[in-house]
């Protein structure tokens, strides 16, 4: 024991100690203490030494604050449409906002399936404000019944919801969105604010594209792994309106529908590419809930090449309406698409 301590001793401190107690034990001699006394004092010295070295020291210098390993492999056994093996995985995008990618959470198959469930009702999509604010999101939309349009949808909400760890009926109707050339959504939060608000923001990518159609987080820091990852894509530049994009002051310039998309900043270092079957989930408030994430401002680059078709949850806090929840689960058990 006595070895270990000496080995973890620092030299300096080690020569100071031998120094300090010498000194004590000259001291005592000259004041005429026995040989006793001196030996218990000499002891008693060693006795704090040991005892100082086992308390806990410093704690050592995580590698660096926001560490995480490069990936979580969920399932390697999943098999897609063509049989062959999909591998399902996470990738960290930022922590701040705190965002992530579910690589191949949907296959193919379902992916088209979603669609082709959803596109007739699509509609050009509405933000919070109606006609005033329509130039700030050019797609088109429909909100769909989780459990109203078959097993297909009812399977993909409650795999989002394990996912998340939140209970399907806390997600609001999914959105299902179709983005054409030049078509975007400018730099918005999702939270409004308000009681039992928004929390989380799943984002499927139900196609590829071309070129184009990012979701990118203007005010985020992708992870060092991320931006390494992906440095050459990064680098390049986007048909984001990153910063610029931001909503100005009722009056302001994009309220008046000066929309449209920005020219490339090439800097968006927290930028994601859609992947068709991929999740970008991502929180809009911090982990005690009791704080919006600034950082989770978000936007949908405009698509330069191809179409965009995604899909949108977003969770709240809270369940949203118990009726709602009840009416559309006796409609589900109609359908056959929930047992009764
Ligand atoms: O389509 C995107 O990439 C962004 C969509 C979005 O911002 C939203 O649905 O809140």
Redesign the pocket.
Known sequence: MVVEVLETLNYPAYFVTVVVISAVLRSLRACGFSKRVRNCALLGFLGVVVYLHTLPGEPPAPPHRNYLSQQVVLSTTAVDSEGGNRTTWIEPVSWSPRAFIVHNLLSDEECDQFILAGRDEVKPSETVGGEMTRAYRTSAGAFLLRYGKGRVLAEIVERVALVVGIPVFQGERV?L?H?EVGQY?KP?T?YFVQENDRAA?V?MYLSDVEEG?D?NFPQGRGTREYRQRHGEYLSQPSSCAGLEGVRQPVGGEADQGGGGPRAAKGTQTCRVRPEKGSALIFWDVGPGYNQFDMFSL???CAVVRGD?W?S?IWIRQDVISPWEMMDELENAARLGVIDP
């Open positions: 959105q969105l983005y959504y918005h999702d923001t984002l159609g979701t978000h936007e949908g965009k995604s949108t």
